[in-house]
DNA sequence: GTCACCAATGAAAGATATTTTCGTTTCGGT
DNA sequence: ACCGAAACGAAAATATCTTTCATTGGTGAC
C-alpha cells in the first residue's frame, strides 16, 4: 500500500537533502549514489523508473529500493511521487516576476503571460477603485429605467455594445448608438426615469460627450464610464463609474487596458442590474440561453 | 491594491481543473466522474493505483487510463505525478481561494470583488491553456496575409470587430463579419495567402462555421477561437486557439468568461502580429493615436 | 415499434514497473 | 588462505498499469 499522503508531502522540500547528507553514513556506496542522485535532480529523478534510477547509478534495482526505504519511504513508488511534489515546488517557487514590458523580441509565449498578467493588474485596479456607491446609484437606476441609451465610439463602441446585449437580454430595453448624430437625435427622446450612459476613456471624446449632455439636459439619469473622473464628460453626469489606466506600452496601447477595465465595469452594472431584476430577469436569460441552443448544431457528445 | 502575481498566477489546481473544464464536454459520463475526482482531490488521488481510483469513481481501470489520456497525459502513471506535483503545490501555503458564486443577495461591493476575480481566473486559465505553437502560426499566418476575414456572432461578434479594429489600427487589411450571408459571400473571395478566423465559444454555430468551411475550401489559411477544441468548427480550421471555459452560473452566463477570454487570445494576436510587422505597425499605431488625439478636445490637467 | 449500428464501458489478458528473494561477491579479520 | 557478515545484483514474484475485446446501452433509421 501507498503511504499517507500527508506524510509524503508534509516534509519540506528542502529536508530531503539534509535527510540525505543525515543518512548518508550510515549508506553503504551504492546507496550514497543513488542518494546524491536523487538530492542532485529531484526532478530529473523523477521521471525515472526503478530500472532507469538503477542504471544510472551503475546499481541495481534492489539498491534504489532499499534506499528509497532508509529515507523513510514505503518503497520507490512513494519516493518517486515525492520527487516529483518536490519538482513542482521549486518550479514554482521561481518566481514568474513579470516586470519588463512586452518587448518586440519576446516570444510568442512570453506575450501570453505578460498580456494575462496585464490584464489581470487591470481588472485588480479597476475593482480596487471603483466606486460601490455610484455602481450602486447606477444600477438602480438601470434597473429602474423605462429605457437605456449607451454611447460609445471606436474600441468603447464595442463595450456600449456589450452592456446593451447583456441588458436586452434580461429583458431591458438598450440601445448602443456609436453614431453621434443619430445618438443626438436619440437622446432627444430621453426623459427622466429614463438612462444614458458614455463610455470613453479619455472622457473628453466630444462626439459621446454630446448625446450625454442632450440627455442630461433631458432630464435622464446619466451616467459615465471613463478612466479620467476630472474630465468634461462627468460635468453631465449624475454618476461616474471609473475605470482604471494602466501604464501603456507601445506594444499595448490604452484601448487593450481600458477596455478590460471597461467591460469589468459593465459585467458589474449587468449582474447589479440582473440581482435586482432578478424575477423577470432570471426566465429572461433562461430564455435566451435556450433560444440559443437551437442554433446550434448539436455537438459531438 | 495589487495582488500579488504568484497568488494570481498560482492557483495550481486553476490549471488542471481549467483543463478539466475545458475537456469536460467531450468526455463521457464515467470519465467525466473520473476527472471530477481528479480536479476535486489531486492530494487525494496522488495515492490512489488506478484501481483505487477506478474503485472510487465506480468505473473501470480502463476509464481512468482513457482520462488521462485525454488530459494529455501519456498514462495513467503521469498523471499521477503531476497530481502529486499539484498537491504538493498547494500543500505549501496557497490560499485555497475558493469563492463561492455570486448570489442574489450579495452586496454590490462583494459583486465588484467576485467578478474581477473569477474575470482573473479565467485569464489565468486561458493563458495557461493556449497553446503557443498554434499561436504562433496563426500570428505568421496574420502578419503575411493579403486580407483577414474574421467571423464572429452574437457576443463573440465583438470579439470580432475587436480584433478587426486593432488589426487595421496597424495597417492590416481586416473585415468582420456578422451577417452569414455576407460572410460567405466574401469568404468566397479569400485565397492562399489569407486569413480567416472564426470565433465562436460553443464551436457549433453553424452561422460562424459555414464561412470558414468555404474560406477553408477555398484555401485561406483558417484559425478558430473556440472553447471546444473538439467542436465542428476547428473541422475547418488549420490552427485552433482554445478559450477556457469557466463554469458559468446563473448570474454569470458564459458569454461574459468566454469572451474576455477570447478578448485575451485577441489581444495575444495583436500583439504576435504588431511584433511580426513593427517596422510599418509601430508608425501605424503613432499615426492613429495622433489622428484620435486630435478628436478629442484637450482635457484638463 | 424494431432493427442495426456505434459509442461507451468494464473484465480480463497482457505488458511494465516495483518489490522480494536469494545466491554471489566483496571485504575485513584472523 | 579461510571464514563470516555485509553488500550487492539477477531474477523471480508481485503489484501496477495498459491494452484488448466482448458486452452493454443508447440512438437514429426505417
Same mark, same amino acid.
Request: include cysteine.
Given at each position: ?54 542504471? &544510472? ?13 532508509? &529515507? ?13 511534489? &518536490? ?47 455610484? &455602481? ?166
Amino acid at each position: 500500500m501507498t503511504q499517507d499522503v500527508k506524510e509524503i508531502f508534509g516534509s519540506p522540500g528542502g529536508s530531503l537533502a539534509a535527510k540525505v547528507r543525515t543518512l548518508a553514513p550510515s549508506m553503504t556506496r551504492s546507496m550514497q549514489r543513488v542518494a546524491e542522485a536523487v538530492a542532485g535532480d529531484p526532478a530529473g529523478c523523477a521521471a525515472l523508473t526503478v530500472t532507469g534510477l538503477a542504471e &544510472l547509478t551503475g546499481t541495481s534495482e534492489a539498491t534504489v529500493v532499499r534506499t528509497a526505504r532508509l &529515507l523513510g519511504y514505503p518503497g520507490y513508488r512513494d519516493l518517486r511521487l515525492a520527487l516529483a511534489g &518536490l519538482a513542482a515546488q521549486q518550479q514554482s517557487g521561481r518566481a514568474p516576476a513579470i516586470t519588463t514590458d512586452i518587448a518586440v523580441d519576446d516570444p510568442i509565449a512570453d506575450v501570453v503571460t505578460k498580456l494575462a498578467y496585464e490584464e489581470q493588474q487591470t481588472l485588480a485596479d479597476t475593482a480596487a477603485g471603483l466606486d460601490t456607491a455610484q &455602481l450602486g446609484a447606477a444600477v438602480t437606476a438601470l434597473a429602474g429605467a423605462r429605457r437605456t441609451d449607451v454611447y460609445g465610439i471606436g474600441a468603447s463602441g464595442l463595450v456600449a455594445q456589450d452592456l446593451t446585449q447583456k441588458l436586452l437580454r434580461i429583458g431591458l430595453i438598450a440601445h448602443a448608438h456609436s453614431d453621434p448624430h443619430l445618438a443626438v437625435t436619440n437622446a432627444v427622446q430621453l426623459r427622466a426615469g429614463d438612462v444614458a450612459i458614455a463610455i470613453t476613456h479619455s472622457g473628453s471624446t466630444g462626439d459621446v460627450i454630446e448625446p450625454l449632455r442632450v440627455a442630461f439636459e433631458h432630464g435622464a439619469t446619466t451616467v459615465a464610464i471613463t478612466g479620467r473622473p476630472d474630465s468634461p464628460v462627468t460635468q453631465y453626469a449624475d454618476h461616474v463609474l471609473t475605470t482604471s489606466t494602466s501604464r501603456e506600452t507601445e506594444l499595448r496601447p490604452a484601448a487593450m487596458s481600458s477596455r478590460t477595465s471597461q467591460l469589468l465595469v459593465v459585467d458589474c452594472l449587468f449582474v447589479g442590474v440582473a440581482q435586482r431584476t432578478y424575477e423577470s430577469a432570471a426566465p429572461a436569460l433562461a430564455a435566451s440561453y435556450e433560444a440559443l441552443a437551437h442554433r446550434h448544431r448539436s455537438s459531438p457528445r
